[in-house]
Structures are given as structure tokens and as C-alpha cells.
């Protein structure tokens, strides 16, 4: 089992910054990659960046390179998204994702 809370979202206006954090608890976290999805309204669930178990590879979607920054500290189980230059189509819900698990989500609005 494992348990996965995101925080962090919130109303940024646009050029603004973000850092999403998704702490891990439960099974072995450090064994598995991670990947930080996103669904915007109206729209289906995308993958946004993902990060290897030891943190050694990391993607990201085209819409994220250069702009999103994801990371793990593998001491305190969580695993950071740190979005920049955000537009309002970041918008959406940020969900962190270990194999079959899903955290609740956090909101990220972009708007002036």
C-alpha cells in the first residue's frame, strides 16, 4: 500500500511560479518511479514529468521543458514539481502517480 498527498497548488497569475510537492507513505517509495499527471477542465488526464527511482531520469511533456523542474528527495519520501513562466493553460488538477496510485489532487489556477 501506499498513500500519496500532493499540496501546494493554488492561484498564481500567469508568468508566476508553483512548487507541487507529493509526499509518499506506506510501501517503498524509493522503489519506483513517479509521475506528476495533470487534468485541466473539460480535458482527460495528461502526463506532465515524470522521475526515475533514484532520480537519475526525468521527462517531461513538451508543454513542460523549460519550464517544469521535477525532483525527489528520497530522505523525506516526496517528490517535487516545480513549474515556472505558468500560463493559464497550466490550470488544472495536479495528481502524483506511483504504479497504481493516486494522490487527491491539488488545484493549480492560473489567472490574472
Known amino acids: 500500500q501506499l498513500q500519496l498527498v500532493e499540496s501546494g497548488g493554488g492561484l498564481v497569475q500567469p508568468g508566476g511560479s508553483l512548487r507541487l510537492s507529493c509526499a509518499a507513505s506506506?510501501?517503498?517509495?524509493?522503489?519506483?518511479?513517479i509521475g506528476w499527471f495533470r487534468q485541466a477542465p473539460g480535458k482527460e488526464r495528461e502526463g506532465v514529468s515524470c522521475?526515475?527511482?533514484?532520480?537519475?531520469?526525468?521527462n517531461y511533456a513538451d508543454s513542460a521543458k523549460g519550464r517544469f523542474t521535477i525532483s525527489r528527495d528520497a530522505a523525506k519520501n516526496t517528490v517535487h514539481l516545480q513549474m515556472n513562466s505558468l500560463t493559464p493553460e497550466d490550470t488544472g488538477v495536479y495528481y502524483c502517480?506511483?504504479?497504481?496510485?493516486w494522490g487527491q489532487g491539488t488545484l493549480v489556477t492560473v489567472s490574472s
Open positions: 502517480n506511483v504504479q497504481q496510485y
Open positions: 506506506g510501501d517503498t517509495f524509493g522503489d519506483f518511479a
Open positions: 522521475i526515475s527511482n533514484n532520480g537519475g531520469t526525468t
